[in-house]
């Protein structure tokens, strides 16, 4: 039988060997010539009730919403994706996927949230994805 105390030195090992795995990772060093930047990519879904999202309708949202935003630049591709809806729903359905890389800033931050919520709001989405990871990147 345990005792109180081997249950507690068990407990404690356990999060001891834990702990550490929570740890935030150090910071990679970049090269010379790269800088520290966010390489995010956006899935949008193009199903909706009236019709999928159109070629044209994609084009006029990234002139109008992504270019003025990411006017630096940005790079799209065609991809066709599954997810699960609110109410438990799977859909599969074409999409398109946006990655841009950016400074790791509030502006680029709010950039990004407007974008995904204007698609949400223009093409009654119930959700997009968002992917981001720190990078090192040169120009």
Known sequence: MMTMF???????????????????????????????????????????AKGDVTREEWDDFLRVEV?????????????YGQWRTADGAIVREATYVLN????????????????RERYRTRFDQESTM???HAVCASF
């Open 130 to 132: 968002r992917v981001r």
């Open 6 to 48: 081997g249950y507690r030195t068990i407990s404690l090992l356990a999060l001891a060997a834990i702990v550490p795995a929570c740890a935030t990772p150090a910071k990679e060093t970049c090269a010379p010539g790269e800088q520290r930047v966010v390489d995010e990519r956006l899935y949008f879904g193009t199903g909706r």
């Open 67 to 79: 270019t003025k935003r990411f006017a630096q630049g940005f790079t799209v591709w065609q991809a």
């Open 100 to 115: 841009l890389v950016h400074p790791d800033d509030q502006t680029s931050e709010t950039a990004v949230g407007d974008i």
